[in-house]
């Protein structure tokens, strides 16, 4: 089955960049999607299409890809932005929607 | 504004059948768009179930597939998601969406609150 590997955890202090990678075969023929989650809450589209920002969503927020690999960059992170990461896209034929492992996005 | 309300039983015994139906307001099914469930177990990351077009054309998580039944009722604007033989590792928050996006990419643009579905005898 189609997988989307994302690391487990990534920890920043306040006002640096935060930068969550997402690696998958189709992610070439298949767009990316970035989720963030917070505890207790459902999941809020952050990024679609690799690198849109839906509206409502802060600038600091971007996304870019190359190749195989999809990142979400936050720019100068801020204590809210501490939560989950999912990356989400589908399989080679957009058929099966997959998702990321999940990143626990730290402000330290 | 597009909202969507999981409702359902929270507590399922073992071996027996999940039920959930997902109401939507503010926007028809018939319209258009496919609409799907995702769950989540405690603690752990997202997994797409499956999702249904509002003609009832479906497509499911390979790995949940011979367990998976989706159905919508566009009449009462609201679609259903059946899970059978159910273990403990079905215990999960359960989410329904709207698919949005076309052949080069479809995402989850507007997702319920989510309701606990807790698989114990």
């Known amino acids: 089955s189609y997988e989307l590997t994302q690391p487990p955890s990534v920890s920043v202090s306040p006002g640096q960049t935060a930068r969550i990678t997402c690696s998958g075969d189709a992610l070439p023929k298949q767009y990316a999607y970035w989720y963030q989650q917070k505890p207790g809450q459902a999941p809020v589209l952050v990024i679609y299409k690799d690198s849109e920002r839906p509206s409502g969503i802060p600038e600091r927020f971007s996304g870019s890809s190359s190749g195989t690999t999809v990142t979400l960059t936050i720019s100068g992170v801020q204590a809210e932005d501490e939560a989950d990461y999912y990356c989400?896209?589908?399989?080679?034929?957009?058929?099966?929607?997959?998702f990321g492992g999940g990143t626990k996005l730290t402000v330290l | 504004q597009v909202q969507l309300q999981e409702s359902g039983p929270g507590l399922v015994k073992p071996s027996e059948t999940l039920s959930l139906t997902c109401a939507v307001s503010?926007?028809?099914?018939?319209?258009?768009?496919?609409w799907g469930w995702i769950r989540q177990p405690p603690g752990k990351g997202l997994e797409w179930i499956g999702s249904i077009y509002h003609s009832g054309s479906t497509y499911y998580n390979p790995s949940l597939k011979s367990r998976v039944t989706i159905s919508v009722d566009t009449s009462k604007n609201q679609f259903s998601l059946k899970l059978s033989s159910v273990t403990a590792a079905d215990t999960a928050v359960y989410y329904c969406a709207r698919t949005e996006g076309d052949s080069s990419g479809y995402y989850l643009g507007y997702w319920g609150q989510g309701t606990l579905v807790t698989v114990s005898s």
């Open positions: 989400q896209s589908a399989d080679s034929s957009g058929t099966y929607l997959v």
């Open positions: 503010g926007y028809s099914i018939s319209s258009g768009y496919y």
